[in-house]
Structure formats: C-alpha cells, structure tokens
C-alpha cells in the first residue's frame, strides 16, 4: 500500500482546510486509516482513524468536533476535513495505515506511511 498526503498549506485561525490521502492498491478496502501530525521538537501525534469498512471513527480529544475523517472508496482516498483550525494545530500532517484495530494512538502498530503535508495556521 501506498499513501501520499496532500492540501496542507498556510491559513488563518478559524478557517478550514481539507486534506487528502490517496491510495494505491487494489487492497484499500481492507486497511483501517489514520490521521497523526507532528509539530517541531514533539512525538507524533494520533489526530483521527476510521475503520476498513467506515463504520467506526476516533478523535483525539484535541480535535473532537473540528476535524471530521471519512473515506472515499470510489476514489481510494481518505479526507480529513479540518475546520475552525487554531495555531496549536500547525504540523506535519501524515496518514497511515494498518489491518488490526487496536491501539489505535500508537504510531508503531501503522504499516504504511505517507510522505506527510504541511499545515500552518497563524494567529
């Protein structure tokens, strides 16, 4: 499986921004995806994961009712919609991918990685 991140870019505080992580493989459909980000100088952070099906999908708390992740079977992408965007949420921003769903926060259980996208949002 491969990802490649896209969308990041530099917005206000308060504005949105949609980002993509496109697939290849005709095996997509089995992967359970996630979002995490990385500032400078901190650990990679779990931001969002959905399950292979769609069914099932977790937030960390930071960005609960802001981001909202899904997935596009017909495009083998996964979105994650990100609104109402704060300065804390400036990263580097990766998707990644795995077939178990368990430990979900733990970048070490993801297999796949994309090349990650950049987010800044100034003050």
């Known amino acids: 499986v491969q990802l490649q991140a896209s969308g990041g870019g530099l917005v206000q505080a308060g504005d949105s921004l949609r980002l993509s992580c496109a697939t290849s493989?005709?095996?997509?459909?089995?992967?359970?995806m996630a979002w995490f980000r990385q500032a400078p100088g901190k650990e990679r952070e779990f931001v969002a994961s959905?399950?292979?099906?769609?069914?099932?999908?977790v937030y960390a708390d930071s960005v609960k009712g802001r981001f909202t992740i899904s997935r596009d079977s017909a495009r083998n992408t996964v979105p994650l919609q990100m609104n109402s965007l704060k300065p804390d949420d400036t990263a580097v921003y990766y998707c990644?991918?795995?077939?178990?769903?368990?430990?979900?926060?733990?970048?070490?259980?993801?297999?796949?990685w994309g090349q990650g996208t950049q987010v800044t949002v100034s003050s």
């Open positions: 990644a991918a795995r077939l178990d769903w368990h430990s979900l926060g733990d970048p070490t259980k993801y297999n796949y």
């Open positions: 493989g005709r095996t997509f459909s089995t992967y359970n």
């Open positions: 959905i399950s292979w099906s769609g069914s099932l999908t």
